[in-house]
């Protein structure tokens, strides 16, 4: 399987995107907007010219070449669905109609057109069609964006097995990690034009690159000042508590500590090799059969029925409690 | 509360008069021609071959205008250069020219001691030229604003799903901008069905040759008011099957183009 290459610079209005990737399987490239995530799709699509660079699949080289000549499927985030057409006449506008309306179950919306379906039915319209063209590369951009949370669930399911089924080079943007980590092999946290770091979504939170990867891969951080002592670094915390690290550091660093990681207590035990804080219990969601818990600075993801044996209760008091094996130190 | 009143009384008078003013002159034609005397002048000469050179003409011109305006407006909506904003206003000057400018304009560009040294002025060619200059500009506008209201994202769409500029322009941009070009289609004919101004200086009023029918109205002012009131009447009709038309087609809900019209009656 070839793979989708890029090595370019696109000048954008606040800063230059640059970026240098290779596509083999399914990358994600996730980011807060405006980091010029959609633009690399551009690029890749042949809608922007890159300054310095470009894009080759396999041994093709695509830079230069207009969109229509580069065999991408390009899903665009509000689907851009001709709005004129019927359902099957916006999928056949790419290439034979096939069995695409059955495997994507919209034969019976066949004549109906876009403004009459629901976004969930958008978005397999949208498949469908970059994929009547019989594309190399699949280029998705935000595509569980424009869906409400209840259909986004599924669809996400959905999806994931379609990329996997397809097997094609496949590059998506979104602005959340969670997606990216659900879909893709591989993500990269894109931020003013640059990539912070490109890893499997394991690793990301095993081994993040610097706080604002950290924090955008759902981490709690914590700014403090480090130094070494003994085995472990301690860290005095802004906020006066001290905790300690098993990961090296010196002076300004960021304290990286995972929900899933935290554990919650009514009442200080007193246990060298874990970290405490002690805060006022905030705000208490629940996502599915867990919950988040926020205490001071700190959220915690605990099951429901430690929540509920706990006896939570927004406006109490607990003690967050982590490993300081569970801690990880980021330059600052 | 009488101050109130008087207040109300003064809006719906001063409203009235401006409707009765407005409609009058249009009623007053359909008053003093009565429907069987309006068919009987259709049979006039001077109406049939007035009628004739108007069709003409007007199809004529229109095609030009849709010819040589649509692919300018296209331009001026999707690129973006150095001078764009001094073309647009260029192509928008028409509107404001009095028209009897723009006859004296056409003949210093076209006639035989202009610019261009050309036989055209009183020829029927004449009156094709100074109808699509004066509505040309009608037609241009609107579809430039049709143009941009195509939403860029399904021209790149269209590209990404292997169709060419040629191909996209046809299946995409144009049927999204239909409604936008035929409104402003629909303007600039009956701009130009109405010229007077331009088309007498620059190409006379010849029967059967270049006398339009609003040039036999003025023709046939002189000689028997009855033939022009009728002339009138007809003109009146086309006007307002136009703008019947129009209004049509900004309302459809494939349109999102709004005009100095009301739409909402």
């Given at each position: 399987m070839a793979h989708l290459l890029l090595d370019f610079t696109l000048p954008l209005r606040a800063f230059d995107l640059e970026l240098s990737l290779s596509v083999e399987r399914t990358v994600a490239l996730v980011g807060p907007s405006g980091a010029g995530k959609t633009s690399v799709l551009r690029v890749a699509a042949g809608l922007a010219e890159p300054s310095r660079g470009g894009v080759t699949f396999g041994d093709e080289v695509w830079t230069g070449l207009p969109p229509e000549r580069r065999r991408v499927g390009f899903v665009f985030q509000d689907y851009a669905l001709f709005p004129h057409l019927s359902v099957r006449a916006n999928v056949a506008y790419a290439g034979p109609v096939g069995d695409l309306l059955d495997r994507f179950h919209i034969a019976e919306l066949a004549d109906a057109r876009p403004g009459e379906l629901s976004g969930g039915e958008r978005q397999r319209v949208a498949l469908a069609r970059a994929l009547a063209r019989g594309p190399d590369v699949l280029l998705l951009d935000e595509p569980l964006a424009a869906l409400d949370a209840h259909t986004k669930s599924?669809?996400?399911?959905?999806?994931?097995?379609?990329?996997?089924?397809?097997?094609?080079?496949?590059?998506?943007?979104?602005?959340?990690?969670?997606?990216?980590?659900?879909?893709?092999?591989?993500?990269?946290?894109?931020?003013?034009?640059?990539?912070?770091?490109?890893?499997?979504?394991?690793?990301?939170?095993?081994?993040?690159?610097?706080?604002?990867?950290?924090?955008?891969?759902?981490?709690?951080?914590?700014?403090?000042?480090?130094?070494?002592?003994?085995?472990?670094?301690?860290?005095?915390?802004?906020?006066?508590?001290?905790v300690f690290s098993t990961d090296p550091g010196k002076g300004a660093v960021g304290v990286v500590v995972y929900p899933w990681e935290v554990s919650i207590a009514r009442a200080h035990e007193d246990d060298s090799a874990l970290n405490v804080l002690r805060g006022e219990i905030g705000s208490i969601v629940e996502i599915g059969n867990r919950v988040r818990v926020r205490i001071g600075p700190v959220t915690a993801e605990v099951t429901s029925s430690s929540a509920a044996r706990l006896g939570l209760a927004s406006g109490g008091v607990a003690y967050a409690t982590f490993k300081a094996t569970g801690t990880r130190l980021v330059p600052l | 509360m009488i101050r109130r009143a008087l207040l109300a009384a003064l809006v719906f008078a001063g409203a009235f008069v401006a409707l009765a003013f407005l409609a009058l002159p249009l009623i007053a034609i359909f008053a003093r021609v009565p429907p069987g005397r309006l068919a009987a002048q259709l049979s006039n000469p001077l109406v049939t071959n007035a009628l004739v050179v108007s069709l003409k003409t007007s199809v004529i011109a229109q095609a030009?205008?849709?010819?040589?305006?649509?692919?300018?407006?296209?331009?001026?909506?999707?690129?973006?250069?150095?001078?764009?904003?001094?073309?647009?206003?260029?192509?928008?000057?028409?509107?404001?020219?009095?028209?009897?400018?723009?006859?004296?304009?056409?003949?210093?560009?076209?006639?035989?001691?202009?610019?261009?040294?050309?036989?055209?002025?009183?020829?029927?060619?004449?009156?094709?030229?100074?109808?699509?200059?004066?509505?040309?500009?009608?037609?241009?506008?609107?579809?430039?604003?049709?143009?941009?209201?195509?939403?860029?994202?399904?021209?790149?769409?269209?590209?990404?799903?292997?169709?060419?500029?040629?191909?996209?322009?046809?299946?995409?941009?144009?049927?999204?901008?239909?409604g936008g070009l035929a409104a402003g289609e629909a303007l600039a004919f009956a701009r130009g069905l109405g010229e007077f101004g331009a088309t007498i200086m620059f190409a006379g009023s010849l029967p059967k040759v270049t006398q339009t029918l609003p040039l036999a109205v003025y023709a046939a002012f002189d000689v028997d008011f009855d033939v022009a009131l009728a002339i009138g009447a007809l003109l009146v009709l086309v006007s307002l099957a136009l703008l019947l038309t129009l209004k049509w087609l900004t309302s459809s809900s494939t349109s999102r183009f709004r005009f100095a019209l009301s739409t909402s009656s």
């Open positions: 599924q669809v996400r399911g959905e999806l994931s097995e379609l990329l996997r089924g397809l097997g094609l080079p496949t590059l998506l943007v979104t602005h959340d990690y969670e997606d990216a980590a659900a879909l893709a092999d591989e993500v990269g946290v894109l931020v003013d034009g640059r990539l912070r770091q490109l890893a499997s979504p394991a690793e990301l939170v095993a081994r993040p690159a610097d706080a604002f990867v950290a924090s955008f891969t759902g981490a709690n951080l914590l700014r403090g000042t480090a130094h070494p002592s003994g085995e472990l670094t301690e860290v005095r915390l802004d906020g006066g508590e001290r | 030009l205008i849709l010819v040589f305006g649509t692919p300018a407006a296209y331009v001026l909506a999707s690129r973006r250069f150095l001078g764009r904003a001094f073309l647009v206003t260029l192509v928008e000057l028409p509107l404001v020219v009095p028209p009897a400018v723009a006859g004296i304009g056409l003949l210093a560009a076209f006639g035989r001691f202009g610019l261009l040294h050309t036989s055209v002025p009183f020829t029927q060619t004449a009156v094709v030229l100074a109808v699509a200059f004066v509505a040309s500009p009608l037609y241009v506008r609107q579809a430039i604003v049709a143009f941009e209201a195509v939403d860029p994202n399904l021209v790149a769409a269209s590209r990404t799903l292997g169709a060419g500029p040629v191909k996209t322009f046809f299946r995409v941009v144009l049927p999204l901008a239909r």
